[in-house]
């Protein structure tokens, strides 16, 4: 396993570029407010009328959090007044009532994730209203069909926690760690035991959930190979069934609560670089099964049977596992998929409130797709989620001549095809083990915007 992982650091420092993650193609910096409420209530009913109804996803974010964590650059309130919070899923279910009405009885919801800031922030009996709320409006599939996870800060949970989420249905987890280590926590100000983190994951295989992800950083401040490895003996301890190994953006200018980690507290390039070789080279020598960019899962979860059986994609909580769904968002800031177009709820509570309180969907912007964009959503899914582009399969969805069409992007790419992270056979497109870290720079010169923009757009970067 460990073998067909290749990090050369060479390579790694050439292709440190900026570019999207491609959870969405267009991505969110092509959304425009010329999409509204109205041009959504035409895409849910276009969708409701296809031949064979798609089933349902229901992401809701939750944006409070007690305490601030300074590397976080995720839409948050940070906050002790728990009245919010309870004003905030008062229009989480004015909103469900809304979207309700919208969609055909005969779509069942399959998957569900709170995500956040900290949904376990809500009160247990609070999550238990949330829940109830979403099945009284909503069909859902039945259980053996259902996909339903939550993120969870291990601080904010103990066992009987656990016991209650998996009441609820909840059957897949997601805990946030970063890192173990005592200096780490302390100047990231996220102060997490190693024995309360595995108590709850026991507990949750105790009750029964399907699959555990931890999610872990590199390149934070403070953080050196022998702390992360540490950190990296104690998750493999807990052997969860996926880890997520994030890259620490620091973007001071974009998130102000970064500035309270000073620069000089960060890992140097090199340092950073041998924080991600080593981390990822351990994973893979433990076992884990590289799916791509930052994701592993130990064979038999389903995200590595995805990978293998080709029904492995990415939207907006990363990859995921079924690319059959139309997906609603719920809560400020929250995006959807419905069809062919995307859409964003406002990102300020204030805002989303104001809209729902009025009777209106929280919609603040959105696109919709058009015959080029879903020819390129197309390509860059198959980069992303398979490493291989088959010509002639897209060929015949689009009724285009690949070598033609794409001859821009092809010639773009001849700098990896010599540094061996990809081939460009006559019929395909194929990323080599060598370049299987480099999904995003394979996918970039596909990209008909990044490209009009001259790359001069504010993402992270690739390594």
């Known amino acids: 396993m460990a073998d067909n992982l290749l990090l050369d650091r060479a390579l790694l420092r050439r292709y440190d570029v900026t570019g999207p993650r491609y959870t969405s193609y267009p991505t969110a910096a092509q959304f425009t407010e010329d999409f509204d409420a109205a041009r959504y209530r035409d895409h849910v009913s276009w969708s409701n009328g296809d031949p064979i109804p798609r089933p349902l996803s229901l992401y809701v974010h939750v944006p409070f959090c007690r305490t601030v964590c300074f590397y976080c650059a995720c839409n948050k309130v940070i906050t002790a007044n728990y009245r919010r919070a309870q004003d905030y899923l008062a229009r989480l279910i004015e909103e469900l009532d809304l979207q309700a009405a919208l969609f055909a ?4 919801v399959e998957q569900l994730h709170l995500g956040g800031g900290t ?6 009996d609070d999550l238990a209203t949330l829940i109830d709320a979403i099945a009284e409006r909503f069909p859902l599939a039945a259980p053996e069909r259902r996909e339903f996870s939550i993120e ?19 059957n897949r987890l ?4 970063q890192d173990f280590d005592d200096d780490v926590q302390k100047a990231i100000n ?34 050196t190979p022998e702390r992360l490895s540490r950190t990296l003996d104690a998750v493999m301890t807990m052997r969860p069934d996926r880890i997520a190994l994030y890259n620490y953006a620091h973007m001071p200018q974009m998130f102000r609560i970064q500035r309270q980690i000073p620069d000089a507290t960060l890992p140097a390039a090199e340092m950073k670089l041998t924080l991600l070789i080593e981390a990822m080279q351990r994973l893979a020598g433990e076992g884990y099964q590289y799916i791509g960019m930052d994701h592993f899962a130990l064979p038999g979860d389903e995200l590595a049977e995805a990978a293998d059986n080709g029904t492995l994609h990415r939207n907006f909580q990363g990859y995921a596992t079924r690319p059959d769904l139309d997906l609603i968002g719920l809560g400020a800031s929250s995006i959807g998929q419905i069809g062919d177009a995307f859409m964003q709820n406002h990102r300020d509570p204030e805002g989303h409130a104001a809209a729902v309180r009025a009777g209106e969907l929280p919609i603040w912007r959105g696109v919709a797709m058009d015959d080029d964009d879903r020819l390129r959503r197309d390509v860059i899914q198959a980069v992303m989620c398979r490493g291989r582009v088959d010509y002639a399969a897209i060929e015949a969805r689009h009724g285009i001549d690949f070598a033609d069409y794409f001859g821009d992007a092809l010639v773009g790419l001849s700098p990896l095809v010599d540094d061996g992270l990809l081939t460009l056979a006559p019929g395909a497109l194929e990323v080599t083990p060598r370049g299987r870290f480099f999904l995003r720079n394979v996918a970039m010169p596909f990209d008909a915007y990044l490209a009009a923009a001259g790359g001069e757009r504010r993402f992270s970067r690739v390594i």
């Open 105 to 108: 009885d005969d779509r069942p």
């Open 152 to 170: 969870v800060d291990p601080r904010t949970v103990d066992r009987q926690r656990i016991h209650h989420l998996a009441a609820l249905g909840f």
């Open 174 to 177: 997601s805990l946030g760690v």
């Open 119 to 124: 949904p376990t922030y809500l009160s247990d």
């Open 190 to 223: 996220r102060i997490q035991g190693v024995q309360a983190t595995a108590d709850i994951v026991e507990e949750a295989r105790a009750q029964g959930f399907r699959s555990i992800n931890l999610d872990l950083m590199y390149g934070l401040p403070l953080q």
